[in-house]
């Protein structure tokens, strides 16, 4: 397996924190890569930086051997790279419908003089857009929820459509930041289910942030433990959950 | 009660959701085709006025209400549109190129205008914007030569193949003509809600992060946003000239810039019915109050500044009790008949909200 997404040596420090410290890692096509660590690690400014949000201190970023230092925030999702967000960011007033539909923005091939007279290429790209986004929909469930408005739902179908949004890019690699947080047991199990779906059936990478650790040995591969923004362990579930420098760090917080 | 039972995804692309609605509209376009043999002139008169209102409601909602950037420049744009058009017809170009071109050109300088906005959010973009009404006024005085300055201009006769459409002699085919602008913009704004620009409008509007994690540009969303806007801003400020048959630096003052913005926000914001109905209540207000004013005995009194009152004062009361404005109560009215009887007390509470921040964490 090749590698996907490659972070070398970056640092980021806000003011005088450093939320990112000489990091490195690299994820292979295929597979479910985790990142664990305790609150205000910087496993989310991680995130932030693949997404371009922030610009590194220091350090490069490579996705599929392109530099995405190279590119803006919405040029990342063109290399097909889509992400939920720790606190749900969705379009609160429009419909879930449309909210999976803005995920299909990047394979827009229409432009607004053709989209103002709905020229007949338009409604064929809508059609097509709207094929894609009921495959999410029969994926995920949302069936029931399809036109409801996003402000009215509970928390727990908002993590959902957000996951959806992201698949309906119709990604080569997934950041999911904490897609297990605030959820139910039962929605927990379904968030594992489609994880595992996500990676065996459509074949996309996915790179997690995670704090459940049932649900990180459940699904992922390898796991990357982050204390204070720096590499603490790198492994197997098992290997970090059982690192000596990973159980000091989480001593006291008990999570383990 | 209505159901759709949906059989392909044409059902939610197309324009009208059921048959019911195509008819509703359709009847709703018969009766305001035929409405000049229906209304005498003055009213006929009243009801393009709303027409042209309505006009430039859609410009500022389609930034404000499906975009989230609110302007309190566009006179600006109106008067831009106004001046550009009756020049270039003064020119001897004919009204059907005229129109089109000063909305185009009106469309062009707000994108300009727009890109050193583009960073400014909420409050900020608002009192920013202020400044466009105030410099229009100062630089109609100063480029005299052209705008004719304080003394004014007057809106010359539309024709178009040899029919000639004036406000006061024919105030018929002037109606018809607005009518006519008033439809294809309409259309235009419905079909871009439709397809992916004015999904990114909304996306934009609601969150920044997500839109651009999505893959949304956000500043030339924002731009095309400002572009159209003010392009269809700069039709209706065209309209208004010919409207009102004379115009000068005062006509697009920053009162019209307040007077728009509170407009579609009581009309509702983010819906195209919102802004008919917001232009319904600013054409409609002064006559009414002067009709109230009758009623009390009061009418050889003048009472300044009432009218701005009243208006600030309902909106005041809409912001409090109905944020979603005119449009909707009109859907919560329109769901309780066709639930009745059993629409329930607390059905249009809110599901809480969840805080949102700004921070990315
Ligand atoms: N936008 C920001 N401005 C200032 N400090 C920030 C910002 N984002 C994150 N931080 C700081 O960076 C550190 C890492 O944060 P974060 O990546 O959100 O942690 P995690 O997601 O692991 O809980 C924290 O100390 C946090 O306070
Ligand atoms: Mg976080």
Redesign the interface.
């Known amino acids: 397996m090749s590698q996907l997404l490659e972070i070398e040596n970056a640092t980021l420090k806000f003011g005088g924190v450093v939320a990112v410290n000489d990091l490195s890692f690299s994820v292979k096509e295929g597979e479910v890569y985790a990142i664990v660590g305790p609150n205000g690690a910087g496993k989310s400014t991680v995130f932030n930086l693949i997404s371009r949000f922030y610009d590194p201190y220091a350090g490069a970023l490579r996705f599929d051997g392109q530099n995405l230092l190279a590119r803006s925030a919405d040029a990342v999702a063109d290399l097909g790279i889509a992400r939920t967000f720790q606190n749900i960011e969705l379009f609160d007033h429009a419909t879930v419908l449309q909210n999976l539909l803005v995920g299909r923005h990047r394979h827009r091939r229409t432009n607004m003089v053709q989209e103002m007279l709905f020229t007949p290429k338009v409604r064929r790209e809508e059609e097509r857009h709207r094929a894609a986004v009921e495959d999410v929909i029969d994926f995920l469930d949302l069936q029931p929820y399809r036109d409801k408005m996003i402000a009215g739902l509970p928390y727990g179908v908002r993590k959902v459509v957000e996951l959806g949004r992201a698949l309906a890019s119709g990604p080569r690699l997934l950041l999911l930041d904490e897609p297990a947080s605030g959820l139910s047991v039962e929605e927990t199990q379904d968030m594992r289910w489609w994880i595992d779906d996500i990676r065996k059936q459509m074949g996309i990478t996915v790179l997690m942030v995670e704090h459940d650790m049932g649900l990180v040995s459940g699904v992922s591969d390898r796991v990357l433990a982050l204390a204070d923004g720096a590499k603490l362990a790198e492994g197997t579930p098992a290997q970090v959950q059982s690192d000596p420098a990973v159980i000091e760090a989480y001593l006291g917080t008990g999570v383990v | 009660m209505r159901i759709h039972f949906k059989t392909s ?2 059902h ?2 197309r324009l009208f959701p059921d048959l019911w609605s195509f008819g509703v509209y359709a009847a709703l376009l018969v009766i305001a085709v035929i409405l000049p043999w229906l209304m005498d002139d003055f009213f006929l008169g009243e009801v393009t006025n709303v027409l042209i209102w309505a006009i430039a409601g859609l410009g500022l909602m389609l930034l404000t209400g499906q975009t989230g950037q609110a302007s309190l420049g566009h006179a600006a744009f109106l008067a831009l549109g106004c001046y550009s058009c009756i020049i270039f017809m003064e020119q001897g170009w004919p009204f059907l190129i005229a129109f089109p071109v000063a909305g185009i050109l009106t469309g062009v300088v707000g994108t300009i205008i727009a890109i050193p906005a583009i960073r400014l959010h909420g409050i900020y973009l608002a009192i920013a914007t202020i400044a466009l009404s105030i410099l229009a006024d100062d630089i109609i005085v100063l480029l005299d030569p052209i705008t004719d300055g304080v003394s004014g201009k007057f809106a010359p006769m539309i024709t178009i193949f040899g029919i000639e459409i004036e406000r006061w002699t024919t105030p018929d085919r002037f109606y018809w003509l607005v009518l006519a602008i008033t439809v294809l913009c309409t259309l ?1 704004y419905r ?2 809600l ?7 409008f ?2 934009v ?3 920044e ?10 500043a030339r969303t924002k731009a ?1 946003a400002f572009g ?1 806007s003010c392009a269809i801003t700069g039709l209706a400020g065209a309209l208004m000239g010919f409207y009102a048959g004379a115009f000068n630096n005062e006509t697009f003052s920053i009162v019209i810039s307040i007077t728009l913005l509170m407009m579609i926000v009581i009309g509702g914001l ?1 819906s195209i019915h919102g802004a008919f109905f917001g232009a319904v209540v600013v054409a409609f207000l002064p006559q009414f109050l002067s009709m109230a004013k009758d009623l009390v005995g009061g009418s050889s009194v003048a009472i300044p500044g009432l009218e701005t009152g009243v208006f600030g004062m309902i909106l005041i009361l809409f912001i409090l009790f109905e944020p979603m404005g005119i449009y909707g109560r009109w859907m919560k009215i329109r769901i309780w008949f066709e639930l009745f009887p059993f629409a329930r007390k607390d059905m249009f509470k ?2 809480k ?5 700004e921070r ?2």
């Open positions: 995804y044409d939610d692309i235009a079909n871009l439709r397809s992916p620009l004015g999904r990114a909304a996306a509007r609601d969150s992060v997500s839109a651009s994690a999505m893959g949304v540009h956000i095309a159209l983010g809110r599901q909200s969840y805080l949102k921040t990315l964490r």
